[in-house]
């Protein structure tokens, strides 16, 4: 492939026991980018000082596409970010190049990527549903734990000192005070004669 700017490498590796050598082994760069992190989440240091780097006409180098994402919803983000700088990127193990040129085949795998990553998403949301659903069923509390007891709203709700005053005696913030003397957010339904826990 023709290129205009940098070759630059990003080298991941999940461990510090694995080793880096052998991805890209052989080939030479103007920069290399190398961690070891987890690729559950895109918000890598490494990863994120390569995406600054980065300028248009450079080509990103990456082993596999599993060094650089862990779903295809970060994959998806991640080209689309790098096509938009101008920022090529090729895959060496799948062989494939992503350079954002009107091409219909890269225009085609990306589509696939997308779509793909679309059902991923869809997939996800649905398990939390049916999740929160099973939950609530076996009675289970959803969302942040209250951090006051029952005798605690019931002391504040008689004391006139003030919501900050409050907040700091009892070590929360003040909106967890204006929530408990008001009965809502994480307090709603407690309320003096009807402190039910929900």
Do not use: W
Request: glycine share 8%; aromatic share 6%; charged share 30%.
């Amino acid at each position: 492939m023709i290129v205009n700017g940098q070759n630059v490498a990003y080298i991941r590796v999940s461990s510090t026991d694995q080793e880096t050598a052998r991805q890209l082994a052989g080939m030479t760069f103007d920069r290399v980018f190398e961690e070891k992190a987890s690729g559950s989440s895109a918000d890598r240091p490494q990863l994120q000082e390569c995406m600054s780097y980065l300028r248009q006409g450079d080509v990103l180098h990456v082993h596999s596409i599993d060094r650089l994402a862990r779903n295809l919803l970060d994959l998806q983000r991640i080209i689309e970010k790098l096509l938009a700088k101008g920022v090529g990127i090729r895959f060496h193990k799948e062989g494939l190049t992503f350079t954002g040129d009107d091409n219909p085949f890269q225009k085609l795998q990306l589509q696939i990527i997308g779509a793909v990553a679309e059902f991923e998403r869809a997939i996800i949301r649905e398990r939390q549903r049916e999740g929160i659903l099973a939950a609530k069923k076996r009675g289970k509390h959803l969302g942040r734990p209250r951090r006051l007891t029952i005798d605690q709203i019931r002391e504040i709700r008689q004391r006139k000192d003030s919501a900050a005053a409050l907040a700091r005696e009892y070590e929360v913030s003040r909106q967890t005070i204006y929530d408990a003397r008001r009965g809502v957010g994480a307090y709603a339904g407690i309320a003096e004669g009807r402190l039910d826990i929900r």
